[in-house]
């Protein structure tokens, strides 16, 4: 006999598949919204159907957007001398709090990690070595989280870029930034203290 309806636990397994949410979280969220007002559900739904549809990612630097370029990659105003490699797109909004940080970025897609099996050829780490090597580029920042895999996938860009332009100055967050700790959670302050300490790689 089964004790949940179907349209409940089919709920209950399609937020089991988002990120650092377990069996119970799912469960609990779902008879949440056994709760909610129709009009609310569907509108929720209607965010979670547009997502995809109303967004666009940027064929320069891969961060998601309403257009392509995104809003950074066509702004006049942004230094395209200098960029900032991140893991994710959200990392962007991160440094854009900081306030201190005027120059483009590149989104890799998530971080080098064999047990996951991802590699350097699911990252977009070639868009950015051709990227590099078609653009006047100074200064390239490497910000991908302070961890074990953030840590390998900086090495394995510094490496590539190295052996086809050895003069290229890459620099790596410095100061402020605890070990372990994601980049999209961290407060401006300290932040923004990363980005101005950071050191060459
Ligand atoms: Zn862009």
Redesign the pocket.
Known sequence: MKILPAAVEKLIEAFEKLPGIGPKTASRLAFYLLHVPQHELDAFAQSVHNIRLSTVI?S????V?ETD??V??SSPERDTKVICVVEQALDIVAFEKTGKYNG??HVLGGSINPLANIGPDELTIDKLISRVKSNTIDELILATNPDMEGEATAMYIRRELKTQNSKLKITRLAHGLPVGADIEYADEVTLGKALEGRDDF
């Open positions: 940027c320069r630097c891969c961060n957007g370029p995104c950074i990659c483009l970025y």
